[in-house]
């Protein structure tokens, strides 16, 4: 190859190459638009205690920590300046829908038990469900329920045959410390 046409090669292969690079920059908006209509999916996130109308509900006043903790969970926020109250918090966001939050205040008494609850207006535990979106159908997915007629495929399982240790002869083990002399 004579020189002056690898010259020639390199000039056109830099020329290209910056073309390339300066054209890059007018598909800027264009590559925008098409990564604005193209968007990945995005799980639903849940943060901190999920509290229904249900649980609000069972806690009645009068009721002491213990029960409490255990109808509705432990309290998101529970401050030393303010033990007479548990803060529950919630946020759900999901995909294509504003970010819901929900806050439930449980105001205790000096003696340790429920005074009053303050809340938010909540879902019951079927309209929570309902509100997650689950994408996921599978029309060929397998009932979780046995038929009897599928019952009767598979016998029972027999019951394993016990045998008897035979009986196990004393031991006499050392003792652990030596003795003092």
Same mark, same amino acid.
């Given at each position: 190859?004579?020189?002056?046409?690898?010259?020639?090669?390199?000039?056109?292969?830099?020329?290209?190459?910056?073309?390339?690079?300066?054209?890059?920059?007018?598909?800027?908006?264009? =590559?925008?638009? #098409? &990564?604005?209509?193209?968007?990945?999916?995005?799980?639903?996130?849940?943060?901190?205690? @999920? *509290?229904? /109308?249900?649980?609000?509900?069972?806690?009645?006043?009068?009721?002491?920590?213990?029960?409490?903790?255990?109808?509705?969970?432990?309290?998101?926020?529970?401050?030393?300046?303010?033990?007479?109250?548990?803060?529950?918090?919630?946020?759900?966001? =999901?995909?294509? #829908? &504003?970010?819901?939050?929900?806050?439930?205040?449980?105001?205790?008494?000096?003696?340790? @038990? *429920?005074? /009053?609850?303050?809340?938010?207006?909540?879902?019951?535990?079927?309209?929570?469900?309902?509100?997650?979106?689950?994408?996921?159908?599978?029309?060929?997915?397998?009932?979780?329920?046995?038929?009897?007629?599928?019952?009767?495929?598979?016998?029972?399982?027999?019951?394993?045959?016990?045998?008897?240790?035979?009986?196990?002869?004393?031991?006499?083990?050392?003792?652990?410390?030596?003795?003092?002399?």
């Amino acid at each position: 190859m004579s020189e002056s046409r690898l010259f020639s090669l390199r000039i056109t292969v830099i020329a290209s190459l910056g073309i390339g690079l300066v054209g890059c920059g007018s598909f800027d908006s264009a =590559s925008n638009r #098409v &990564a604005s209509m193209v968007t990945p999916y995005k799980i639903d996130i849940v943060q901190g205690n @999920v *509290v229904t /109308r249900e649980q609000v509900t069972a806690v009645k006043p009068g009721m002491p920590k213990a029960q409490v903790r255990d109808i509705m969970g432990t309290a998101l926020l529970t401050s030393i300046f303010h033990a007479d109250r548990w803060d529950y918090v919630f946020t759900l966001k =999901s995909q294509g #829908v &504003a970010p819901q939050s929900r806050r439930v205040t449980v105001y205790f008494t000096k003696d340790g @038990v *429920v005074d /009053r609850i303050q809340a938010d207006p909540l879902p019951s535990e079927a309209e929570f469900v309902a509100s997650l979106k689950s994408p996921v159908t599978n029309p060929t997915a397998v009932p979780l329920e046995a038929s009897p007629e599928m019952l009767q495929k598979y016998p029972p399982p027999s019951k394993p045959q016990m045998s008897v240790p035979p009986a196990l002869a004393p031991v006499d083990y050392p003792p652990l410390e030596s003795p003092r002399r």
